[in-house]
């Protein structure tokens, strides 16, 4: 239905996209066409050359809205291989049209190498069709003609269709720990690679205690590179500990002396290899692009967007895989669970999916049931649902905890502003937080947590920080935690009254005042104004001071 809901350029009125938190494109000529393809490209059939960072859509859905009536597209069959398309009224065609177009068959632009200048390219498809019984697209009509009412709209879809429970969330102060970083070491003028540990077993102890001195009360980590070999991207298969953390007595200590108001999530890699282990192999255990050459994933420079061949090789397990390795994985896990860990994560399976074109090829839809299956096995070993970051809608029915949750658009030039479709349509489903507030500049991310009503990340490290550079933890610099402890916890007390207030709550308002200022709405009557701008802002008494925030209504 490609001109359903369709708005004529002089009507008021807006697109709402999925791109990152979402965003709204006005009914207007003279603006560029929108596609974005639903949980972004598929690396399987890569580029070869880098684009602009841009955000990625997360769940698959569209709007469009004349103020008056409004309707929401809820792709719920084929939305691995969706792509929302707005087509902007030209002069021949007056009408704002939002559709989704399903790609039947893989295909990639190659060049093929000869002796001439501009060698000439050549079109390489997937083996076969999509394997998928049908594409659906599911309309509903909101009854709030708002973005409000199309994201509470789609929450409605997924507590009735989806299984997702109302009343989630938190006051919990999230907070990512990084483990061991592998860097390179000089042992008797010999360059050996080796773990540098930058939180240890002990040191998270250390840091939960810390911050209880600061008063915080409630703690959600997610522990990231804690097993053998660190950033090394060792599948946790084997569930090892790593001896440079202090191994296997120092981790059982830390599941054992955990606070009661603490959940420490062990972060799993089921998809990514950078070395031969336990019989899987970069060379005949890994996923293969169009071209039939193994997966890796891509790496490019912002300064040219070409290819980065500095870049560490890190190969894409075939899904093909991925039933053997949970069922190895649960063996394992066996240890660890009647120790004491029942927090898991699956960071990578949650923001990313991909494609296998070798022998027994698997396309994305093919691949994402698979990923579903494997949420719903690790879960149910878990006997908790699990961590995810910035996570993908089928992730969502087996999340307790979605950490780093989108805030941005990609800031295309025909989208107006973005909003928080994806805090509003999952806010009381599942508890949330915002990216951390420590790898952004100023206090930006606390509105954004405040204006969403969604709790605070941070991302710390207890030693080594100085030492990440050239490893392949040195975007991580920033992470200190002597740097950020008293800020962390000064924040998360000043918020924990309004956390306590919404959560668990539906959003049922989300306004903006004025340019760079916005009120959100919550059931029950708690409300929060922040102010993004670089002046304050004054209405009905309320004065909300520049880069600041106020809240009320309980």
Known sequence: LPNFGAGLAETEGYVLVPDGSGAIIPYEYGLADYSQRI?????????????????????????????????????TSGDARAIVGVQMPTDRNPFTTVATEFIYRELLNVEISNQTYDPPPATMYEPGHCTLDRFAVEYRMPQEPTYVGMANTYRQYLTEDKGMQVGAGSTALH??????????????????????????????????????????????LNY????????????????????????????????????????LYFDLNFTDLMQNQSGYTTLFSTAQNVKK??????????????????ASKIFLLNPANMTQLVSEWAEAYAQWKSAGMNGLAL??????????????????????????NTFSAVAQQSGNGLLFTDANAYALPYASTVQSIPTEHSRFLNEERSVPFYAIALHGLV???VPPVNGAEGNTR???????????TYTLGWRNTDQLKNTLGEQYNYICATDWLDAAARQQTELTPYLAAVSGKAIVGHTQLAADVFRTDFEGGAWAIVNYSAAAYTADGVTVEAGNYVTGGY
Request: glycine share 10%.
């Open 39 to 75: 949980y972004g490209d598929d690396p399987a059939v890569g580029r070869s050359t880098g684009v602009a960072p841009t955000q990625v859509a997360r769940l698959p859905v569209f709007g469009s809205t004349d103020t008056k009536s409004a309707m929401l597209g809820i792709i």
């Open 175 to 220: 907070v990512e720990v990084l483990g061991g970083v592998q860097h390179e070491e000089n042992i008797a003028g010999i360059p050996v690679d080796r773990v540098l540990p930058v939180t240890s077993y002990a040191d998270t102890l250390s840091l939960i205690d810390a911050l209880k001195q600061r008063g915080v009360q409630n703690l959600a």
């Open 224 to 263: 990231l590179y804690w097993y053998q070999d660190g950033t090394q991207n060792r599948l946790t298969v084997d569930m090892q500990s790593e001896s440079r953390l202090g191994g296997d007595s120092d981790l059982e200590h830390l599941l054992g002396h955990l606070p009661a108001d603490t959940q």
């Open 293 to 310: 050459e193994p997966l890796m994933r891509q790496y490019f420079l912002l300064s040219t967007y070409r290819p980065d061949l500095d």
């Open 347 to 372: 960071g990578t399976m949650g923001e990313e999916i991909y494609s296998h074109f070798g022998d027994g090829a698997l396309d994305r839809a093919a691949v994402q049931s698979l990923w579903e």
């Open 431 to 433: 508890d949330m937080s």
């Open 446 to 456: 606390v509105l954004q947590a405040v204006e969403s009503g969604v709790g605070l």
